[in-house]
């Protein structure tokens, strides 16, 4: 079974704090994102890979900074938290085939308050 | 400019009670459609992709058809436990390899 994991489903971080959120994907997938969720916002992406160490911005990179040292790992980082990150943080993984488009697998999300 | 919207934004039914969800794309070059089911505090589950205008997919109650602007998602007979968000999301060529979502359709379904 597809398996993308989340490190921590739950986090309470402080203003100013710097705040790492790690996802990890069993599949081999070529390209990883995060978003964030909100009320009445939906879905946002806020940076994705394509390959390691490859990175591009999303709808709303900022404040946030990403790093893929390997393929299977896709961390996004708060480089100083503020209340308005406050928010669930989704990150998916999905495949790159040639000539067919597959749906992307999600992790179970980190609620993330910042106090 | 919104390039999926999701309607209604919530949706109370009865059980046994059957309705449609509404998805509607204003991309050019669509790559794929994709459902989504998502309960609270989860992320979101995978349920159809749809490809080209005219196409359908079934799983249990529900089913999924495409057309050329918008997507159905008809639940028929929904029980309790179809209660959830569901989600659409967009490939499309000049979007490069990122899903786009929209807002998503409360679903609450009593008995």
């Known amino acids: 079974d597809v398996k993308v994991t989340q490190s921590s489903r739950y986090l309470v971080k402080r203003t100013g704090e710097k705040v790492f959120l790690e996802c990890v994907q069993d599949?081999?997938?070529?390209?990883m994102f995060w978003y964030r969720q909100d009320p009445g916002l939906g879905l946002r992406l806020i940076y994705f890979?394509?390959?390691?160490?490859?990175?591009e911005k999303g709808d709303i990179p900022e404040g946030y900074s990403v790093s893929r040292e390997k393929k299977e790992r896709f961390s996004l980082i708060l480089e100083s938290a503020s209340t308005n990150q406050t928010s669930m943080y989704l990150c998916?993984?999905?495949?790159?085939?040639?000539?067919?488009?597959?749906?992307?697998?999600f992790g179970q999300g980190t609620r993330l308050t910042v106090v | 400019e919104d390039q999926v919207t999701q309607s209604p934004e919530a949706l109370r039914l009865q059980e046994g009670e059957s309705s449609s969800l509404n998805c509607s794309y204003t991309?050019?070059?669509?790559?794929?459609l994709f459902w989504y089911r998502q309960d609270p505090g989860k992320g979101p589950e995978f349920l159809f992709t749809?490809?080209?205008?005219?196409e359908e997919k079934e799983k249990e109650r529900l089913k999924a058809t495409l057309t050329k602007k918008e997507s159905f998602l008809h639940i028929t007979a929904p029980k309790p436990e179809d209660s959830a968000t569901y989600l659409c999301?967009?490939?499309?060529w000049g979007g490069g390899n990122k899903l786009t979502f929209g807002t998503g359709t409360q679903l609450k379904v009593e008995l």
């Open positions: 890979s394509y390959d390691v160490k490859m990175k």
């Open positions: 599949m081999d997938h070529e390209n």
């Open positions: 749809l490809y080209s205008a005219g």
């Open positions: 991309v050019s070059g669509l790559r794929g």
């Open positions: 999301a967009v490939l499309w």
């Open positions: 998916a993984s999905r495949h790159e085939y040639v000539s067919l488009d597959t749906e992307a697998f």
